[in-house]
């Protein structure tokens, strides 16, 4: 099917299911948003904003005070505006992953599998809802695509100013960082098959990448800057990128860190929260390491570690994961597990909102319900991330025995790890 | 004997000087059958001055009291308190049918404010600190819970009803409620003790404790304040409902001191300046079965104990009654206030008041929330509706603190103004926020007291002058939190860090170890010999 045909009437398609009553009853799902991505919280930091009342100075409003100077002024939230301009969001995200199937495959024009990748992205039901729910995570996936269509093009300024504003709007982007900046060195075309060390000689990285940290790290102290100015304070600091490090609002998502550190001794807090923050910093560098023939791939993998072990992860993440799978059709061969995974997936989808709703609706079931079902769906997700790695990994054995000794029959040989 | 009595006669004297005790009953019955008896012991200190704060560092000057209560006085001096309110109530002040009381603090459970100067060395947080915990020392009530965490400042609400010294630049206003605590005899000792007289003569002797603490309704305060040109004022405070209808076998609302208290009038109190007990007398059916009054006003008859026989024993009979029967038709008051929290989510739901003015005329009334974190308002979702019209201007907020999860609560003033005969509806969302284990309390079920509302319907005749607004609560409100498993911190660490674990370790042995390419043939063919080898030894 034509593209051009295509990619409209999904977004027309989006934005008339957006303007529906379902999105009302989505908006307080704590599956879809968490307390850093809530609409309703959103609306209420906008409505003290308004009134004069310093939205940092409370513990609700966790938005990065740029979201609050857009809406509050050029784009004012209300019924008619919001839907669209998410809709208009996921619209970008879709169409910047095209970008990027087309740069990995080097195409200059449309495809037969672009509309297959916008309709996976658009109609990826976690990331459906969770725009329909209003997240503001649904901008934060569309600035990460953009970046990374901006990697894939070489275009080192635009990558990291969209990094440094996702960066902004949730601290755990800048883990982000390595791999799209060795993108920028490197080919988004697929080398998965034909693993190769990175282009340029090793003593030369410092001098290469010092530059794009300088000028990450400048678009970010603009960015806090601005933000400080808007806020008229440092207290934002605290309650946005703050509440990543401490977990002040216990509020329950599909991660693993609410019931975690709401069961924790008080004299554990500090020790643990300081070990599963370093925890997410352990992976950008192996990865970027192992990958160093397609970073793009690391930074895939990259999405799907995130969407588990972020602070406050939502199915935004996971959708954005999911989504990205769709750019690497030559892993799918070399996949393990695919089938279990998305087996566990169904199961979550129908177990979280059961269990939330037992719990914290019908008062029926106990928290361990909701807390097991993250579990599984931590199942689910380390399933699929491990089998990324793995089949991207093992494209890469087999592409090289391949190049070595002929083609061998696969049925006689198995690959191992010593 | 006579020589006691001098003695008596010359402390009286010396003491009439500086400090001068008075006492003071009214009963009043009420529609419903019931009798609101409302004690007040009053102790004035003349001529006395607040602590200055500034002089907080220094010795103090020593303290001399014959009727003030020394144990109140030290926490006052060391701290430099200038008006401070304590109350412990139990149950729901009707307004409906047993009008506004005497005493305006019945709130449920216990409420604590104080105005005290600034500019010592202890900030006013610290010597708070230092009044709460001496509080709950000499009154034997849970008031340090009252912690940062409930801790505001309602200046609109909580005006001082004495004087603040003029020499102190500022002063601040703390206030904080604990709306579960409860009130019973380990409260009232104290109380008593603070008594010139304690519970054995005068009007305190018919502080029973077997029957105020059975009453419908009842609740102690301790007030103190600061009279320019006066002194300083203690007054102990005790207001009770009391049912006679339960008491009675025969269904008959009759009642006097012995059957409502189990206990008359013995003797009077010596140091007592006055000690007078009134009667409010409904406008018809009622005849007062006991001694002549010493004074007969419109609408109430006054005993001075001093001077009546004893033992005194007022009674009040309805003689044309065979049984009482209950009223079933609520006369509607000037102003009715219902709120409630909607919803049957624990993580979210609905705050709903509904005001009634009955009056003909335009109420403006202020309204405060001072709530825990435990509930947090979604302040744009606040929506008005006067009798199912949407009126969002009936609504100004004049102030609103957000709340901190973990630290502070938040604050809410606002003004309301209800048109003549309508009922005005206010609903707002709330978040029911997630605690920390720890943070539960042991019985983390039964769900969360949250403070009442105040209002404080502000009068449109008034004029200048010092003007006593009455504040109107509203019941308690009981939040059900969502409780995580307590047995389970060990599981959850232990089931958290193996899924960790697991991916980690999945992920990094991908990583870091090689892969290799191992032909099956060859194995199966070594698997094989390696068990020949075996079977051969």
């Known amino acids: ?418 | 004997m006579i020589l006691t009595l001098l003695f008596l006669f010359a402390v009286c004297s010396i003491c009439s000087a500086e400090e001068t005790f008075s006492e003071r009953l009214i009963l009043s019955p009420n529609r419903d059958g019931t009798v609101t008896s409302s004690f007040a012991f009053t102790t004035l200190l003349r001529d006395a001055q607040p602590r200055d704060p500034a002089k907080l560092a220094e010795e103090d000057e020593s303290q001399h009291y014959t009727l003030f209560p020394l144990a109140l006085g030290q926490i006052l001096r060391d701290n430099a308190i200038t008006e401070l309110h304590l109350t412990l109530n139990a149950g729901k002040w009707d307004y409906q049918n047993w009008g506004y009381p005497e005493e305006e603090g019945v709130g449920t459970g216990a409420e604590l404010w104080a105005w005290m100067g600034e500019g010592a060395m202890q900030t006013a947080d610290e010597r708070w600190k230092n009044l709460r915990n001496a509080l709950a020392g000499l009154f034997c009530a849970s008031l340090g819970s009252l912690d940062e965490q409930r801790t505001t400042s309602p200046v609109l609400t909580f005006q001082p009803e004495g004087d603040l010294p003029q020499a102190s630049t500022s002063h601040e206003l703390r206030h904080g409620t604990l709306p579960s605590e409860n009130v019973c005899t380990e409260n009232l000792t104290p109380f008593l003790k603070l008594l010139p007289c304690k519970a054995r003569s005068g009007i305190a002797t018919l502080l029973n404790p077997h029957r105020l603490f059975d009453a419908d309704w009842h609740g102690m305060g301790v007030h103190v304040r600061y009279l320019e040109g006066a002194g300083i004022e203690v007054r102990l405070a005790f207001q009770a409902v009391l049912n006679p209808v339960r008491y009675s076998g025969d269904k008959k609302r009759d009642w006097s001191l012995s059957s409502l208290f189990d206990r008359s009038i013995e003797r009077s109190c010596p140091v007592a300046g006055s000690s007078d007990i009134v009667v409010q007398v409904p406008p018809f059916g009622a005849i007062i079965t006991e001694p002549a009054p010493s004074a007969n006003n419109a609408g109430s008859i006054a005993y001075d104990v001093r001077r009546v026989d004893k033992p005194l024993d007022v009674g009040m009979r309805w003689p044309d009654e065979a049984w009482f029967e209950y009223p079933l038709d609520a006369p509607p008051s000037a102003l009715m206030i219902r709120r409630t929290l909607k919803g049957s989510d624990q993580y979210k739901g609905r705050l709903s008041v509904v005001l009634t003015n009955s009056a003909m005329a335009e109420v403006k009334t202020s309204y405060l929330e001072t709530m825990p974190w435990l509930l947090q308002f979604y302040l744009h979702s606040l929506r008005v509706i006067c009798d199912g019209i949407p009126r969002d201007d009936l609504v100004s907020i004049i102030s609103y603190t957000p709340p901190v999860p973990h630290a502070r609560p938040s604050l809410l003033q606002a003004l309301l103004t209800l048109p003549a005969n309508s009922t005005v509806e206010l609903t707002m969302d709330v978040v029911k926020p997630f605690l920390r284990y720890t943070e539960h309390p042991p019985d983390a079920h039964r769900g969360w007291d949250l403070p009442p509302a105040v209002f404080v319907p502000l009068d449109a005749n008034a004029t200048g002058g010092r003007l006593r607004l009455r504040r109107v609560y509203t019941s308690v409100l009981l939040v059900d939190l969502a409780v995580p498993d307590f047995s389970m911190p060990y599981n959850v660490i232990i089931m958290s860090c193996t899924l960790i674990a697991l991916i980690f370790g999945s992920v990094f042995n991908l990583l870091t170890r090689k892969f290799v390419v191992v032909s099956l043939a060859k194995a199966k063919r070594a698997a094989v010999d390696n068990n020949n080898h075996v079977r051969r030894d």
């Open chain 1, 1 to 418: 099917m034509d593209f051009d045909v295509v990619f409209p009437s999904l977004v027309a398609g989006r934005l008339l299911l957006a303007y529906t009553n379902l999105p009302g009853a989505l908006r307080h799902d704590h599956q879809l948003s968490t307390p850093l991505t809530s609409y309703p919280r959103l609306q209420e930091g906008l409505y003290l904003f308004h009134n004069g009342v310093d939205p940092y100075s409370g513990g609700l409003f966790r938005h990065s005070p740029l979201l609050l100077s857009l809406f509050s002024t050029v784009l004012p939230l209300n019924r008619y505006t919001s839907p669209l301009l998410w809709t208009i969001s996921d619209a970008v995200a879709a169409w910047a992953l095209v970008q990027i199937w087309r740069a990995r495959q080097q195409l200059k024009s449309k495809s037969s599998r672009d509309s297959l990748i916008a309709a996976v992205y658009l109609l990826n039901p976690y990331v459906l809802l969770s725009s329909l729910a209003l997240s503001t995570a649904s901008f934060e996936n569309a600035l990460l695509l953009l970046s990374v269509m901006f990697a894939c093009r070489g275009q080192a300024s635009p990558t990291l100013l969209t990094l440094a504003v996702t960066t902004h709007l949730s601290l755990t982007s800048a883990l982000y960082l390595p791999p799209l900046m060795l993108l920028l060195f490197t080919s988004p075309v697929s080398f998965l098959a034909s693993p190769r060390p990175y282009p340029f000689a090793l003593q030369d990285i410092l001098k290469k990448i010092a530059p794009f940290v300088a000028e990450y790290a400048v678009y970010m102290a603009v960015l806090t800057g601005a933000a400080t100015l808007v806020s008229g304070g440092w207290g934002w600091m605290g309650k946005t990128w703050g509440a990543v490090m401490t977990l002040p609002d216990l509020t329950p998502n599909v991660g693993l860190w609410w019931y975690f550190f709401t069961e924790m001794f008080d004299h554990f807090r500090p020790f643990f929260l300081m070990v599963f923050s370093i925890h997410l910093a352990i992976y950008p560098l192996p990865l970027s390491i192992k990958f160093q023939h397609d970073l793009l791939y690391a930074a895939y993998v990259l999405t799907g570690l995130l969407a588990t072990f972020k602070p406050y992860p939502s199915l935004a993440d996971a959708g954005l994961f999911v989504s990205m799978t769709a750019l690497f059709p030559e892993t799918y061969a070399h996949m393990r597990t695919p089938f279990p995974a998305l087996l566990v997936h169904l199961h979550c989808s129908l177990l979280l909102p059961l269990f939330h709703h037992l719990w914290l609706g019908s008062g029926t079931g106990n928290a361990n319900f909701f807390y097991a079902s993250t579990l599984v769906w931590g199942v689910g997700m380390g399933l699929g991330v491990a089998d990324a790695v793995w089949s991207g990994l093992v494209a890469g054995v087999k592409g090289g025995a391949k190049k070595g000794g002929g083609d061998l029959a696969w049925e006689e040989w198995e690959i191992t790890q010593e």
